[in-house]
């Protein structure tokens, strides 16, 4: 079925204004205006995170919607595509984030707005351990693109992860996937979005 709707989770710190976010937003807008995306700004809690997504995504028809999410957004996507029985599209997903991000509780702005400040708590730690999803059921359902020159999470365990997805493996690159661009084609392929 013909994709209709896509969700985009930015990571950590992050923000729809991140530079991912925005290369796949102008790419829909030139080659499918009519597709309905979806970036919204996760709060800090992801237990809350998650019911912003769920009732985003809602009213959406699980057949023709799919989720991309980069780090801690792969994270969210790889929970709500599990869900859902969707597609996804990870980005250096992280694994697990509720041992990664344990050292950062505490004060932080976010990267695209120093402006805004939000506290990482305990207690989100908590809900990611609560989120983690089992294993995958159907991880032909998933594309991941992981970079080996990761300077945040370890490439091995997100290749074991998704092992079984279409995945796209970098010898170098690094956490932000700076040369995205490059490897939008295998994406947009995966989506069946080809230009």
């Known amino acids: 079925m013909a994709l209709t709707h896509l ?27 009519a597709l309905t995306l979806w970036l919204p700004q996760l709060p800090p809690s992801p ?4 019911q912003l997504i769920r009732r985003g995504v809602a009213a959406w028809p699980t ?7 980069s780090s801690l957004g792969g994270f969210y996507a790889t ?21 990664d991000l344990a050292q950062h509780i505490g004060h932080h702005t976010h990267w ?7 506290d990482f708590l305990p207690q989100h730690v908590d809900e990611l351990t609560a989120l983690q999803p089992a ?4 991880p032909g359902r998933y594309a991941a693109v992981i970079a080996k ?14 092992q ?21 084609p295998f994406v947009m392929n995966f989506l069946d979005l080809t230009a």
């Open 7 to 33: 969700l985009y989770l930015h990571g950590f710190r992050s923000s729809p204004r991140s530079a991912k976010a925005q290369i796949v937003a102008r790419w829909l807008a030139q080659h499918h205006p």
């Open 47 to 50: 237990a809350e995170a998650m």
């Open 63 to 69: 057949g023709s919607m799919a989720v991309m999410g």
């Open 79 to 99: 929970v709500l595509a599990e869900e859902r029985g969707c597609r996804a599209v990870v980005l250096n997903p992280a694994i697990h984030p509720e041992r």
């Open 112 to 118: 695209h707005d120093p402006a805004t400040a939000f």
């Open 135 to 138: 294993a995958l059921a159907e």
């Open 149 to 162: 020159g990761d300077e945040l999470l370890d490439w091995r365990e997100m290749s074991a992860r998704y």
């Open 164 to 184: 079984g997805a279409h995945l796209r493996l970098l010898e170098g690159g690094d956490h932000a996937l700076s040369d995205f661009e490059d490897h939008l």
